[in-house]
Nanobody, 111 residues
Framework: QVQLVESGGGLVQAGGSLRLSCAAS????????MGWYRQAPGKQRELVAL???????NYADSVKGRFTISRDNAKNTLYLQMNSLKPEDTAVYYC?????WGQGTQVTISS
């Protein structure tokens, strides 16, 4: 079965940067779109960024120009580079592919 393991979350001051990673196993990494989602307390989980097998991407309006999603097929790893972080980016971030979710990694941005 597909497994996804996120890492890279932490506590950062506003304006700082973090790079999240999602290591995938299961043998289908390059065949399906992958996405980063986030969920803040009291809010619904939302799609942050999507990358398709061919490399095209989509971003939520709230993160355009600040976040970059990428994938390294050779390493079976998905990344989310987050720059110019804001307190409203605070959430648990999840990796997703083909009905499989990672465990989530906490991102906290202080003012």
């Amino acid at each position: 079965q597909v497994q996804l393991v996120e890492s890279g979350g932490g506590l950062v001051q506003a304006g700082g940067s973090l790079r999240l990673s999602c290591a995938a196993s299961g043998g289908i990494f390059s065949c399906y779109p992958m996405g980063w989602y986030r969920q803040a307390p009291g809010k619904q989980r939302e799609l942050v960024a999507l990358i398709r097998s061919g490399g095209s991407t989509n971003y939520a309006d709230s993160v355009k120009g600040r976040f970059t999603i990428s994938r390294d097929n050779a390493k079976n790893t998905l990344y989310l580079q987050m720059n110019s972080l804001k307190p409203e980016d605070t959430a648990v971030y999840y990796c997703y592919q083909y009905s499989t979710w990672g465990q989530g990694t906490q991102v906290t941005i202080s003012s």
